[in-house]
């Protein structure tokens, strides 16, 4: 199956129309990988079961054989069953044709014991207890299994008590069987899309792990929670549990309903960062984390204590889930409608979850409706809420990155902008001196210090636009190259860094240029622009004490004495003999 998320990332990001198409057909081929599946299931649920004719409730003080002889007690025709009572019993009849059962098979939920009674025509009778510690996992996901008393071609029933049953759904599943109901190769085949299913769960987590190195952004992490805790309640829901973890039932009970709580949670969490921001109402994205709380403080405590208020806590439990499901619609519907791209990856991915949350709130609470979980939907929902929120992440992915990448350009420029000279295009002090660390590494080994002569005359003489021209064709003059950067530190002062063993050559040809080059460029002036010099030769053995500031210092006394020297003219000392000036130079000013 390809993974949707290459797609997405492959095609930049696409419209609501395409999203739509390709979670349809994300949901197709979903389909056509589940459909061995629930049709292995539906085989592997043929073996023949006996389901209970009568049932009947009673106290815990009241004995399980009495009750079994008790006719008025049993209910035939009302199959309303209730759990109100701290005793349930079921009454299963065996024909003289049926093959003898086996095993009890019953939907996995707390409970304290069960006691099962095999009565013979004759009245013989047979009995076991077992505690709920000692019962075993059926390769049925989410159902327990329990040995039979011994069967003997004459007996005529079976009573099952269930003392303190917490859910409705382990009376209303219960039957008998004389195999597992998923032996055989279909069970290795269920098994093996099961364990499918939760490999293509993987996959979004690999992909978050390299999304949130590149966005580390909440959403990413809380994405992954959700896949985490859908992986973890298909394992302890499904076939799964019974073939991998071999936990005991109770644990794999309260497991079940702890991790549906934290998969309630994390899904709450990953729409309240996934969403973007300003496209969901604020209380309703306020709301959320409080929904999540309440999702994990549910479920943490009916997984510690089931048996508190047991009669109405399931019922209750289902109940409280209610106003999170009807918020999380809401935020969607709001987020949809405000125009946000995350909320139609989680509308759609979303939709089986929320159908498995009705139909399991509309039976729960429904006294005239068997309780229905649509586990074959839900492993479905698990696997399409995933991949396409998945999607929904690779698509955020790309827009953000998009934005960031506009953002770090525009940065940049600006960045450029504000360390650019915008009247001569060269850089300016701030870049020189942020610069000034990796130059110094690079090798370059002098800086200079350059200001042309009687530059306020030109500008008192002809105007300051005829002094910019002079300046621009002064920059011409430095000629900044591999080995020589230049630099304009305001007015008429220039800055040149160098490199090699002819950096004061390279200073002084430039320098001796500007006349030249200015006259060229501007024609009309009154005299010669020249300019006077100051080089500074810095340590080989590393940045010289004081850094820039000390080096600029230095050239610029340099620059100071040629100016007092009469100007049109360059001054240079080395570090090996400081304030030993000579002159390259000299020329009448």
């Known amino acids: 199956m390809l993974n949707p998320i290459i797609i997405f990332v492959g095609h930049g990001t696409p419209m609501p129309w395409t999203i739509l198409r390709n979670a349809a057909l994300l949901a197709v081929l979903t389909l056509l990988v589940m459909a061995p599946f629930g049709s292995a299931s539906a085989r592997a649920s043929e073996p023949a079961r006996i389901e209970s004719s ?67 025509a004759d009245g013989a009778v047979r009995r076991t207890s077992t505690s709920a510690r000692a019962l075993l996992n059926a390769r049925d996901g989410g159902y327990f299994k329990l040995p039979l008393p011994a069967i003997a071609p004459q007996t005529r029933q079976i009573i099952v008590a269930f003392d303190r049953p917490s859910h409705e759904m382990t009376i209303e599943r219960a039957y008998l069987a004389a195999a597992e109901p998923d032996a055989g190769p279909l069970s290795t085949r269920s098994l093996l899309l099961l364990a499918g299913l939760c490999g293509m769960l993987l996959m979004p987590l690999i992909f978050n792990a390299a999304f949130y190195r590149i966005l580390r952004e909440p959403f990413v992490l809380w994405h992954s929670a959700l896949t985490v805790s859908l992986m973890l309640t298909i394992l ?62 549910l479920s943490a405590f009916h997984a510690a204590f089931p048996f508190v208020a047991r009669p109405i806590q399931s019922p209750a439990y289902t109940a409280a889930f209610a106003p999170i499901l009807a918020l999380f619609i809401w935020s969607m519907i709001d987020a949809l409608r ?42 479905l929902g698990c696997v399409f809420e995933v991949l396409s929120t998945a999607m929904g992440v690779a698509d955020r992915f790309m827009t953000l990155k998009d934005q960031r990448d506009r953002a770090r350009t525009e940065a940049d420029l600006l960045d450029r902008l504000a360390k650019c000279d915008p009247l001569t295009g060269l850089s300016n002090r701030r870049a020189l001196e942020e610069h000034y660390p990796e130059a110094r590494a690079r090798g370059f080994g002098a800086l200079a210090v350059l200001d042309l002569d009687h530059f306020k005359a030109i500008n008192d003489a002809h105007g300051h636009g005829v002094g910019d021209a002079v300046l621009k064709a002064a920059a011409r003059a ?19 860094l160098l490199r090699g063993d002819d950096s004061y050559e390279q200073a002084e040809r430039r320098r001796q240029a500007i006349p030249a080059i200015v006259a060229q460029a ?56 400081p304030r030993a000036a000579s002159a390259l130079h000299t020329a009448a000013a």
């Open 522 to 577: 501007v024609p009309g002036l009154s005299r010669p622009v020249t300019a006077s010099m100051g080089v500074a030769g810095l340590s080989r053995h590393g940045a010289v004490e004081g850094g820039f500031s000390l080096s600029f210092e230095r050239a610029d006394k340099l620059l100071y004495d040629a100016k007092l020297a009469g100007r049109n003219r360059a001054l240079f000392e080395t570090p090996e003999a």
């Open 236 to 297: 302890v829901s499904s076939d799964l549990s019974a073939a991998l973890l071999d936990l005991p039932v109770m644990t794999l009970s309260w497991m079940t309903t702890l991790v549906f709580g934290l998969s309630v949670a994390s899904g709450a969490m990953f729409t309240y960062s996934f969403v973007e921001p300003g496209l969901m109402h604020p209380r309703l994205r306020r709301a959320l984390p409080y929904c999540a709380a309440a999702a994990v403080a």
């Open 338 to 379: 405000r125009g946000s791209r995350a909320a139609i990856y989680q509308a759609i991915g979303w939709a089986p979850m929320v159908v498995v949350g009705l139909i399991r709130l509309v039976t729960g609470l429904s006294p005239s409706l068997v309780s229905h979980d649509a586990m074959l939907l839900f492993y």
């Open 54 to 120: 009568c049932w009947a409730a009673a106290s815990l003080a009241q004995p399980v054989a009495g009750l079994a002889a008790a006719q008025p007690r049993w209910r035939c025709d009302d199959r309303s069953h209730s759990i109100a009572a701290g005793r349930v019993l079921l009454r299963f009849d065996i024909g003289a044709g049926d093959a003898p059962p086996r095993y009890l098979f019953a939907r996995r939920a707390a409970l304290a014991a069960v006691h099962v009674l095999a009565i013979d």
């Open 478 to 496: 430095l000629q900044p190259d591999a080995d020589v950067q230049a630099f304009r530190l305001g007015g008429e002062e220039f800055v040149l």
